[in-house]
């Protein structure tokens, strides 16, 4: 059982880890648990270059993951792979216990700790989309519908292809740019009637537009997906019109982890999509649990942010060991 300066950190994407390594530069002992077989979430998946990383130019949230997973290898941290959390409570002392299970360790893990940090990041909206449209999930199982924006880069469609791309968010902008620089044709069908994407990434999509390899049906929405013989699909909007397509891209923004049976008991506050609640320390509702990266900033989601938050909860907690 780890005790005294003991600190869990529950993911290991980019905030996870550099909440790990400033913990260790304050003399603590962070356990790095992470669920997949390696180090990087979301981060890991990207093939996109990360232009806003100071001192990486030219670099993808691939590259940006990995150099951060390296440097991490190269400290005595103990690193989890594989872990995931069975059952976290708080002691009537304030400590907290959490049971864990990791897949290079037989049976359930313990850990009592004052402070523990969640670095549990977000996923790809589209389960609900997935759910409510008819025929969505078996065409996806097909390799025809898509959730994320990893796929338009790879493998991405063939040239030619036209993509349905559902959503009107800075995500849905930005890739049907990039799918139509690469030879794609793309309809967004977006349910609003104005984007929720940035200007101008709206204004660089539209210069395809004008192009004739690129446009937008706004106000529209999808009622289910048909195979037409074996190459193409057609959409069946709620209008009664049917779009054709090669492909449907879902481009619905992000969940966050939040939402995982473990954390149940302690009641932590979200808003209104889930996102945890913190201060300016990074903490929660609860004391000592803290909660950094994407799963607690919904508004400024990104890598440089991420690791800016993990060295703040990081130094709040050393504080308050040292006190």
């Not at 996806?140 to 959503?167: F, L, T």
């Amino acid at each position: 059982m780890a005790r005294g300066n003991t600190v869990p950190v529950i993911g290991g994407g980019p905030a996870g880890m550099s909440c790990a390594l400033w913990l260790r530069n304050y003399g603590l002992k962070p356990v790095l648990i992470e669920a997949e077989p390696a180090l990087g979430g979301m981060a890991r998946r990207s093939p996109y270059p990360s232009e806003g990383l100071l001192g990486r130019p030219g670099e993808t949230a691939r590259e940006n993951a990995a150099a951060f997973a390296r440097h991490i290898a190269q400290l005595p941290i103990d690193v989890r792979l594989g872990g995931r959390p069975l059952e976290l409570h708080r002691e009537a002392d304030g400590r907290f216990h959490l049971e864990m299970a990791a897949a290079d360790l037989p049976g359930a893990q313990a850990i009592d700790c004052a402070a523990l940090v969640l670095a549990t990041g977000t996923r790809f909206a589209g389960d609900e989309w997935l759910d409510g449209v008819a025929n969505a999930r078996l065409l996806m199982e097909q390799g025809r519908v898509h959730i994320g924006a990893p796929w338009a880069r790879e493998p991405g469609p063939k040239a030619g292809s036209h993509v349905a791309v559902i959503g009107g968010g800075d995500n849905a902008f930005d890739v049907s740019r990039m799918l139509a620089e690469k030879g794609a044709q793309t309809t967004i069908l977006m349910r609003s009637r104005s984007p929720r994407a940035q200007p101008f990434m709206v204004q660089r999509q539209r210069e395809f537009e004008s192009a004739g390899v690129a446009r937008v049906l706004a106000g529209r929405t999808v009622k289910g997906l048909e195979l037409v013989g074996q190459a193409a699909l057609n959409l069946r909007l709620d209008d009664g019109s049917k779009l054709a397509a090669d492909h449907v891209l879902l481009l619905l923004g992000y969940r966050p982890n939040s939402d995982a049976s473990w954390l149940a008991g302690l009641n932590l506050e979200r808003d209104g999509r889930g996102y945890f609640i913190v201060d300016g320390n990074k903490e929660t509702s609860c004391r000592g649990m803290f909660a950094i990266g994407d799963v607690s900033d919904p508004v400024h989601p990104s890598i440089a942010t991420a690791i800016a938050a993990g060295a703040m909860a990081a130094r709040e907690i050393a504080k308050r060991t040292a006190a």
